[in-house]
């Protein structure tokens, strides 16, 4: 049972644009949203978190927006550069349980 | 920057084989994870130490698998014998900190492991 899901396998933005990544979930009981972010040949590293208890949160270019009543979140880069192509993966923990990933979306940015 | 170690960065062995993964976590580092990745899906736990000893283990397949943490800073991940689906990206991870404190885990590179 796939509890967090990326249905978006691949996104192409042109460079400039806003890049949206988004992720749904079915457990309700997740209240910690994270992203990562992951280059070739490296391991995924920490991007931007949300807490349930907020519905935005911003870090420069990164914004993260959590839908609690939709059991969505997304990501929002704005503008998008060619240094952000790579992969995305959201994920949820209940408390300080272990982190459900999702299946990541590879971002391309065209130049 | 310190960084958390993995070797070997790729590895190819047979079906029934025994394989053998290393991390090194960054010193000082607590808690020390084991996650697998096959191709296309995101990373899942298979292990949680808190220094040596194991706090998560609840999805290691252990009639194949062990993990160690003998002095609660390096580890190993051992697989006896190795399965064709054991094919997958390995990643070990560690945080300064007790508990899932999500954001304060930093990832190795991982260590690619093909069964043939």
């Known amino acids: 049972d796939q509890q967090v899901k990326q249905n978006s396998p691949s996104l192409s933005v042109q460079e400039g644009r806003i890049s949206i990544l988004n992720c749904d979930y079915t457990?309700?009981?997740?209240?910690?949203f994270l992203w990562y972010k992951k280059y070739p040949a490296e391991g995924p590293t920490f991007l931007i978190s949300?807490?349930?208890?907020?519905d935005k949160n911003e870090d420069g270019r990164f914004t993260v927006f959590l839908n609690k009543s939709a059991k969505h979140l997304s990501l929002h880069i704005v503008p998008s550069q060619p240094g952000d192509s790579a992969v995305y993966f959201c994920?949820?923990?209940?408390?300080?349980?272990?982190?459900?990933f999702g299946t990541g979306t590879r971002l391309t940015i065209i130049p | 920057e310190a960084e958390v170690a993995q070797s070997p960065r790729y590895k190819i062995t047979e079906k029934s084989q025994a394989v053998a993964f290393w991390c090194d976590p960054i010193s000082g580092h607590a808690t020390l994870y084991w996650y697998r990745q096959i191709l296309g899906q995101g990373p899942e736990l298979l292990v949680q130490f808190q220094d040596e000893s194991v706090v998560d283990d609840s999805q290691l397949p252990k009639d194949r698998f062990s993990a160690e943490r003998l002095k609660g800073v390096d580890s190993t991940l051992k697989i006896q014998p190795a399965e064709l689906g054991d094919s997958a990206m390995y990643l070990c991870?560690?945080?300064?900190?007790?508990?899932?404190?999500?954001?304060?885990?930093?990832f190795g590179p991982g260590t690619r492991l093909l069964v043939l």
């Open positions: 949300i807490s349930s208890i907020k």
């Open positions: 991870a560690s945080s300064p900190l007790a508990g899932v404190v999500s954001e304060t885990q930093y």
């Open positions: 457990n309700s009981m997740f209240d910690y």
């Open positions: 994920a949820a923990s209940v408390g300080d349980e272990k982190l459900t």
